[in-house]
């Protein structure tokens, strides 16, 4: 399964940053990021950043925004962003979604008193973010599985989320996926309900006997959907969407009929 990915690139680190473009990458691009992160000079990293976006622009790889266009993303800053780079101090810098920064792919550096915070430059001063996904702020935690479903809404969401439980995983999924899943039972199947006026995924979850001591772990592992999908927020926002998780009987398909059917995997409706 391919996974679109937001990136955004800085020159220096902190709220005085120079942005030097964003992406909204519709594949991988790895081999492209890894050079940049192997920069070794602020020179070289800005050059190599512009020929990376002018690329990909012309041969059609991603949206890409320069310096003087408007933010592109709805997240105020680039605490929401999936992957960032900094060059700073002789050396190119990643952030994750407003994680503590670490020094070239993979090899993560204890953060000290003064990178305790990561701090961005305001990209717009209000977020747009509406309907489901609230309010925001910058000191929220957005989810490891966010990524390209940032502008979906709930019915797409939903899809999205029925997709990853049920479709067989590509080579490479996401680390935070693969434990998601290898939480539930393959043989586990799901009806879910995108309720629109309540802002909440409603999952109603097929394969297990009454009274069965394994359900519960399924309902607590589900029930961080919102968290995966979405964000938490120390400060008390609402979150982006909510869930119910719910085991079903030994007679509710009779409320879903196609569930009586054992090969249906999954179905999903919207109220």
């Known amino acids: 399964m391919i996974t679109s990915t937001t990136n955004d690139f800085y020159l ?13 990458l519709q594949d991988c691009a790895c081999d492209a990021l890894h050079d940049i992160a192997s920069a ?18 012309s041969h059609h790889l991603g949206t890409v925004t320069y310096p003087g266009d ?14 960032v780079l900094a060059f700073d101090t002789d050396a190119v810098w990643t952030s994750m979604r407003g994680q503590p ?27 747009g973010f509406t309907g489901i996904e609230a309010a925001d702020t910058t000191s929220r935690r957005y989810g490891p599985l966010l990524g390209d479903t940032h502008n979906h809404d ?7 989320i029925l997709t990853d439980l049920t479709v067989p995983a590509g080579p490479a999924p996401l680390r935070e996926l693969a434990e998601l899943r290898a939480r ?3 043989h586990l199947r799901y009806a879910i309900t995108a309720h629109e006026p309540a802002v909440e995924i409603q999952i109603e979850v097929f394969g297990y006997r009454d009274g069965d001591p394994a359900a519960e ?15 938490a927020d120390p400060d008390g926002w ?15 398909h009779l409320t879903h009929p196609v569930m009586a059917d054992r090969r249906a995997r999954a179905m999903l409706t919207t109220v």
């Open 154 to 160: 709930l019915h797409q969401l939903a899809l999205r």
């Open 40 to 57: 070794s000079t602020a020179g070289e990293f800005t050059t190599m950043v512009t020929a990376f976006l002018n690329e990909a622009e």
């Open 238 to 252: 609402p979150p982006r969407f909510g869930v119910t998780v719910t085991i079903a009987d030994d007679d509710r």
């Open 101 to 127: 920064w670490f020094v070239r792919p993979g090899a993560f550096v204890a953060p000290v008193v003064d990178q305790s915070a990561v701090v961005f430059p305001h990209g717009r001063d209000s977020c």
């Open 70 to 83: 408007l933010w592109p993303w709805p997240w105020p800053t680039s605490h929401g962003t999936d992957h």
């Open 184 to 186: 539930l039972s393959p």
């Open 12 to 24: 220096g680190r902190g709220a005085e940053a120079e942005w030097l473009g964003s992406i909204h």
């Open 217 to 231: 772990a399924t309902v607590q592992a589900l029930s961080a959907l919102p968290t995966l999908y979405g964000w």
